[in-house]
């Protein structure tokens, strides 16, 4: 039987590192597999260029909220596997003369963010206001690009009552510098920060401290891209959502395997062994899951956010999310 021949976008890590090399293989596809930062994957697959992708979960979740309103099916369908999530409290940097030293600060100031719907930003300020009482209606916005001026969003959204400026001529690692915005949220680490520049820092710096209070009081691993195959693709063959999954599945699982090995370290990281036990003390041994209802209320909490700051026309539902051919099997084998 000849294989069917999918191109995958995605970046690489640990957790899909054996799909890349080839170690694991989805059954009866031939995957090829191309290595891009997460935002040129989104972009190029939303322009045609490959079968399957990594994608902003966000985005996702807006356009399947756009969906359910119109009654029009998205051209892409998801899976419930989900490359990148972190917490975001790392992303909040500040400009050190605005005197911001603690979230409540940050109301009324200029933040900046390279989209106002990109998922890193939907986490951070679902925290500042759910956890720190800063309603995104407090601050002026201003998006572009963070370290060349002109980036254009993913998705054109209208917001009534977001205050949003979008800058085309500076970068938000100079504005940030210079104090133009008091502070910024940003995936990417600043240049200004790399280089240890004395105007600008983080929001926290105990990084592991305040995120660790935030995963005991919520409960919230947060997820930052899912993985989605064109419909077309998955209307002629059903199966190969379920065999993409599992595939994916076998290759976070075998890379939370080598993180258990004890000699020789897996990681160039040293106290790697006792950040594991950490990790599982608090968050269980697959403390990265996949699947639908292990990730039920980090999901419905994504879906909660984008309608409650205005990206999002309707709530989204869970279950109007993932691959029938998937859903159909959560029960049973997810």
């Known amino acids: 039987m000849a294989q069917l021949q999918l191109s995958y976008a995605g970046h690489r890590s640990d957790r899909v590192d054996d799909l890349y090399f080839g170690v694991v293989r989805p059954e009866a596809i031939d995957l ?3 290595p891009l930062p997460p935002f040129q994957a989104f972009n190029r697959f939303l322009r045609g260029e490959f079968d ?3 994608m902003s979960f966000s985005t996702f979740v807006i356009k399947s909220a756009q969906s359910k309103l119109s009654g029009e099916p998205l051209p892409f369908v998801a899976i419930p596997a989900f490359p990148s999530r972190t917490f975001r409290h790392g992303a909040i940097y500040v400009n050190r003369a605005s005197g911001i030293v ?10 900046g963010v390279p989209e106002y719907q990109m998922t890193a930003a939907v986490w951070a300020r679902a925290m500042l206001n759910h956890q720190h009482g800063v309603d995104p209606q407090s601050i002026a916005w201003v998006t572009g690009g963070l370290e060349k001026p002109g980036r254009k969003p993913l998705m054109e959204l209208s917001y009534p009552r977001i205050d949003i400026h ?3 001529n500076k970068t938000l690692n100079d504005m940030l ?3 133009e915005i008091d502070a910024l949220i940003a995936p990417q680490m600043p240049p200004a920060i790399r280089a240890q520049r004395p105007e600008v820092g983080r929001l926290f710096t ?5 995120e660790q209070a935030y995963y005991r009081e ?5 997820i930052m891209h899912t993985v989605v195959m064109r419909r077309e693709l998955y209307e002629r063959h059903p199966w190969a ?3 993409l999954y599992q595939a994916f599945e076998r290759a976070k699982d075998n890379c939370l395997a080598r993180l258990r090995v004890e000699e020789p370290v897996p990681l160039s990281l040293p106290w790697s062994g006792s950040l594991r036990e950490r990790v599982v003390k608090m968050m269980g041994e697959d403390f990265w899951p996949y699947g639908i209802e292990k990730n039920r209320k980090v999901i419905e909490a994504l879906c909660q956010y984008t309608w409650e700051q205005g990206l999002a026309p309707v709530k989204a539902e869970v279950g109007d999310l993932f691959a029938p051919s998937v859903v159909s099997l959560a029960g049973e084998r997810l």
């Not at 603690?102 to 100031?109: I, M, Q, S």
């Not at 105990?206 to 305040?210: F, G, H, I, P």
């Not at 919520?218 to 947060?222: E, K, M, N, Q, S």
């Open 52 to 54: 399957c992708a990594e």
């Open 241 to 243: 959502a379920v065999s």
């Open 218 to 222: 919520t409960g919230l691993f947060p």
């Open 32 to 34: 090829h597999f191309v």
């Open 102 to 111: 603690r979230p409540e600060l940050l109301k009324g100031r200029r933040v």
């Open 177 to 179: 510098v210079t104090g």
């Open 206 to 210: 105990d990084l592991a401290a305040v």
């Open 166 to 168: 979008h800058e085309e």
